[in-house]
């Protein structure tokens, strides 16, 4: 290459003054002090079937894990469309067996949950 060409096109290591232009990729800076524990939010669950076995049984399963939180457990379609009203919740973790209507149950579930919610329905 010659000199003219550089001074049309300057590559980035030219105009920094360092190494090649790989060199010049520095690794992003942590954002989090030594000293800091950060602690992802829990996902929030909202736990609704009919079985209440079931709901226990869930309950503790997913206590064991530190980024799941279940936040209302509830055990009809009304009092887990009150509940989706009144807490926070990211995900929906609903038994077929809510109402004697399934497809009532998930269509309700889908309209008054959160729009980022994840619905999952175990059958």
Known sequence: MNSSSNSKNPTLSSLTGRGKV???VLPAPSLRRDSEEVKPTPIRILLADSEAVFR?????ILAVESDLEVVAQTESLPQTLDALATTTTDVVLFGS???PRPAETVSEIMRRAPP?????VVT
């Open 22 to 24: 790989g060199d010049d």
């Open 56 to 60: 226990v049984g869930t309950v503790k």
């Open 97 to 99: 067996s809510l109402s």
């Open 116 to 120: 980022k919610a994840k619905l999952v």
